[in-house]
Structures are given as structure tokens and as C-alpha cells.
């Protein structure tokens, strides 16, 4: 194995600790407490260990934690009026509603109804909309977390060929706005692509978002090149266990990468580590405050 691991959990820790000395300065200087609330509606066992863990980061990072539980049989109107409730109470700064919900909600009509200032996924499209035209804003966590992966590779993305696979509204677009902020030249890719990967060999920054496991060989990747794999998919394991695996073929693709991520331990730990960056930022700009230093 020849790249370097990009070890998230390490990363992510590290930024958490910056979150919470920015709480603290919140707390006794300005009198704000960030709080961030999150709503789960229905029993799915990944969305409840999730939600766990986003409220255990939320605690140790001194912010106010919210937690509402709704039962699978959840009307609209009712998850709705829980929106608004949480839109207009003034000690909630971020207001997460996890996916997927169930098959009776319209989920995108529950995004549209959070208040953009509190959107701290970043899938309101109004974050959407202000992100594309390279205005601030409320950014996905995941894509915010690969960015910042990357640039503990890179002092600068600046001029770098960088290349999405993936263009979904959760990690492929937003990825690639954020990219295009720091002045990467970014090509996104998708099923349509001809020669995926031909166009992925002259990538120095690579970002597989994609859902399909190992897609992404290892001769896919330029020697020497950064791989972001966003991808966590469950597959057959030893002794008849599943095991985790990403996107990109690793063991292939740490041969010939200059840095990489690894799947688990990558991108993931990222995820909650910038949603509580998320939900400081938020407070911040709903107080009037100056943007924090994380």
C-alpha cells in the first residue's frame, strides 16, 4: 500500500473539540447556547442508531439537543406542525429531519417547510439555490466533510482537475459547488457518463458518490491522486457477517492513490462532526453574530 490514509475519525475529533470551544465562547460571552433539534419519524434501526449519535455529538459539544420521536403512522399535518413549532422556537438554531421518512410523508414538502436559517443539512432550496450561485450558505454535511478531507491533503484545491461520480441533490451537486468555491476545475460524472473511466484517470481529486460497491477500480485512479469515497454499502462478508465496503475498490486503489479514504472511518465520521459546525454557523447568523471561526 503506497497512499497515505485519510484517517476521518482522527479529522472529525478534531473538529468537534474546535466546535466546542466555540460553543463555550457563545455561551459565556454572547449568552447563546446553540441548539439543534432532531425529529425521526418511524422505527428504521440505521436512522435511530444515527440519530443517537448525532445527539451524543450534540451534548458533548455543550449545545442543546432536541430529540422528537414520531410514530411510523405520522400524518403530514402533524410532521408539519411540528416544523413550524420548531421554525419559531427561539432556542432551536438547527432543525434536522432525518431520512427516510415514511411512505404516507412527502418528504420534500417537509424540507421546503424548514426554515432555511435552520436548514443545517443544506437540502432547502434555498441553501441549494445560494450555494449554486456562490453566495453563503447552509451546506450538506457530507459534501462539507469531503471538502475538508481534502484539504488536509491539499494546502490549496485551486487549479486541481477534480471529478465527482454522482449527482445526486445529497453529495454530487453540492460537492461539486463547494469544489468550484475553492477554485477546482470539477467535472461531474453519472451513469450517462462515455468512458467513465478514462474521464476519472485525469482526476487529482476524485470524489465517488455513486452507491455501488468497489465500483471505482483501482486503474481508474491517476498515480498519485486524492480519492474521496463517499460510498457505504453492505455486502457479504467472513462466517456469513456483512462487512462495510465504499465505492472504490481500496485495496486496488491505495496502490496507486497518493491519499485516500478509507470505508468505515472515512467520510462518515465527517458527517456528524460538520453537522455540528452546521448548527454553530446557524446560531451565529440567526443571533447576528459574527460567522465562528470553525
Known sequence: ???????GKVIAADLRIKVAAEVQHLTTQHGLTPGLAVVLAGNNPASESYVGSKAKATK??????????????????????????????????????????????????????????KDVDGFHPV????L??????LAPCTPLGCVIL?????????GLDAVVIGRSNIVGKPVTQLLLAENATVTITHSKTRDLPAVCRRADLL???????????????????????????????ENGKSKLVGDVAFAEAAQVAGAITPVPGGVGPMTIACLMVNTVRAACAIA???????
Open 127 to 130: 441553501n441549494a439555490g445560494r
Open 1 to 7: 500500500m503506497t497512499a497515505r490514509i485519510i484517517d
Open 207 to 237: 470524489v465517488a458518490a455513486i452507491g455501488r460497491p468497489e465500483m471505482v477500480r483501482g486503474d481508474w485512479i491517476k498515480p498519485g491522486a486524492t480519492v474521496i469515497d463517499v460510498g457505504i454499502n453492505r455486502v457479504p462478508g
Open 132 to 137: 449554486a450561485s456562490g453566495l453563503p450558505a
Open 288 to 294: 447576528g453574530l459574527p460567522a465562528p471561526s470553525v
Open 60 to 117: 458533548e459539544a455543550g449545545m442543546r439537543s432536541f430529540d422528537y420521536r414520531l410514530p411510523d403512522s405520522v400524518g403530514q399535518s402533524e410532521l408539519l406542525a411540528l416544523v413550524r413549532k420548531l421554525n419559531a422556537d427561539p432556542a432551536v438554531h438547527g432543525i434536522l429531519v432525518q431520512l427516510p421518512l415514511p411512505k404516507q410523508i412527502d418528504a420534500q414538502a417537509v424540507l421546503d417547510a424548514v426554515d432555511p436559517a
Open 150 to 158: 481534502a484539504k488536509t491533503v491539499h494546502k490549496s484545491l485551486a
